[in-house]
């Protein structure tokens, strides 16, 4: 059975989307996420773009060792040196690079002849070759180039010694049978496609990229480009979770498998939502919170009968447990320990004590300690960063007919701090004395509170996302009382701010 590789673009592509930077110690953690996941490819960044794009992928190709580490370049030779740079050290590097080839944008973007496009691709991709052993080259917007055109640039960069051929649907303007003739075609009339992986990267501009890479499978692709959640530039890409459970659940019809461990699927979805800030939709297919909820009551009568009855595949084929063990403030370490195991997350130590510790700061406020509630709790140890400003404790006095206060107790730059602030309302009021604490002011772009888990006791999650000076950050903040995570995330933004702005030098 054919093994169709998944090269996973969301610390490149994914990351570009609005809202959804990661700082250099979040990228490491999904990257070795989707080591655990086994992806084939990640691609780390673009390592032209800046200084922290550069030290990004280099940190990357340092640290993954299953898995193939790319770089996105242009087809130019100064994108092509930084990326040989950054991958240098990788267990098994790929230089990528893209030049477009649809009429619209070589006049309008590059304001290049075909042929000097043509000539262009070539010559990079031979001086990408002399550098690294794998060369991806990706035709952007090939799904709005002239079939004709594609095909010589194709046969020239495989001459050239590229080892794979990407063919992108930029703008997310194919329908399926469109796209899987396109590949078909490419298959027909690229002398040499035998010879190199040939793989896609679909966009969803119209909700098609998952559709549009299956029929490329099916039309002969080796190689499927995505993302976690599908995250990406505008509507985003073809979700890496959709396209490797599809195959995974249809292999009668589809007759593909991938190398992915599915049972990592649902713990890279949250990873993604909690670092980025992203919450996922509801509806949202296999990884969405209805994904295997069932109210209506011929559906509950249905999978109480025979789970199949409206259940395709189960929780646990994604890492989703059926069961669930409730901890509470009587339980030990190793319960705690196995029940993260059996969850898939497997901490160090030092992480495992601070999350236990948390555990149990948890469990004297609530009865039961639910899976997600653990899951929320090792997800915020996993990203958590240096702390600068450290909360001590905070007062809070707000009622409807009275101008909210906060006193906020905290430690700053080795000092201990302490300040009173009004506001409209008890978080308003908090944030407030927080910039007075450590003297400086941001700007709140956005504030979303959601319930983790059900219950009157459940805890809440906060994520804001503050700028300042052109620098845009998120913090993430995790209670039972609301106002306490919301003051935990603005303390938590601003820590990462702090982190930013020393890693820029």
Request: charged share 25%; with cysteine; proline share 3%.
């Amino acid at each position: 059975m054919t093994t169709i590789k998944i090269f996973d673009t969301t610390l490149r592509d994914g990351e570009q989307s609005p809202g959804c930077s990661m700082n250099l110690q979040e990228k490491i953690e999904v990257a070795r996420q989707l080591e655990k996941l086994g992806v084939d490819m990640i691609e780390a960044g673009f390592a032209i773009v800046s200084p922290g794009d550069f030290q990004s992928v280099k940190t990357v190709a340092q640290t993954v060792k299953n898995a193939s580490v790319v770089s996105l370049s242009r087809a130019l030779k100064k994108d092509i040196d930084s990326s040989y740079e950054a991958l240098k050290d990788a267990v098994s590097p790929i230089i990528h690079t893209f030049i477009a080839t649809s009429p619209i944008h070589m006049e309008y973007k590059l304001k290049m002849k075909p042929e000097d496009v043509l000539n262009q691709a070539v010559d990079m991709v031979k001086y990408a070759r002399s550098l690294c052993p794998n060369v991806e080259f990706s035709a952007e917007d090939a799904s709005r180039s002239e079939p004709e055109f594609l095909y010589r640039v194709f046969e020239g960069v495989i001459k050239a010694g590229a080892t794979c051929i990407n063919v992108p649907d930029t703008v997310g303007y194919s329908m399926p049978d469109e796209f899987g003739a396109l590949i078909k075609n490419i298959k027909e009339n690229v002398r040499g496609i035998e010879k190199v992986d040939l793989s896609v990267h679909c966009h969803n501009d119209l909700g098609l990229a998952v559709a549009n890479t299956l029929a490329a499978v099916r039309a002969g692709a080796t190689q499927a480009e995505c993302t976690i959640n599908g995250i990406g530039e505008r509507a985003g890409n073809a979700a890496l979770e959709e396209i490797t459970m599809a195959i995974a659940t249809r292999q009668d019809f589809l007759g593909f498998v991938t190398n992915i461990n599915t049972k990592q699927i649902y713990n890279s979805s949250r990873l993604i939502s909690a670092i980025t800030g992203v919450p996922v939709q509801p509806n949202k297919a296999v990884v969405g919170a209805n994904a295997f909820a069932h109210e209506a009551g011929i559906h509950q009568h249905g999978i109480m009968a025979n789970k199949k009855t409206y259940e395709i595949m189960t929780p646990e084929s994604i890492g989703l447990p059926q069961n669930v063990i409730v901890l509470g403030k009587h339980s030990g370490k190793h319960a705690f320990e196995q029940r993260l195991k059996e969850l898939g997350y497997v901490i160090d130590e030092q992480r495992l004590s601070e999350s236990f510790d948390r555990f149990k700061e948890l469990a004297d406020r609530k009865k039961d300690v639910s899976d997600l509630d653990l899951r929320a709790l090792v997800e915020m140890e996993q990203i958590e960063i240096p702390e600068d400003i450290e909360l001590d404790s905070f007062v809070i006095n707000s009622g409807n007919k009275m101008t909210s206060t906060a006193v906020i107790k905290m430690v700053y730059d080795g000092n201990r701090v302490e300040e009173a602030a009004t506001g409209d309302g008890p978080v308003d009021a908090a944030f407030n004395a927080i910039e007075r604490c450590i003297g400086e002011s941001f700007v709140l772009e956005d504030y979303i509170v959601r319930s983790v888990t059900g219950g009157k006791d459940a805890q809440g999650e906060v994520v804001v996302k503050l700028s300042k000076g052109g620098k845009k950050v998120k913090g993430r903040g995790l209670s039972t009382d609301i106002v306490e995570a919301s003051v935990k995330a603005y303390i938590d933004a601003i820590n990462r701010y702090y982190y930013q702005k020393k890693m820029e030098g």
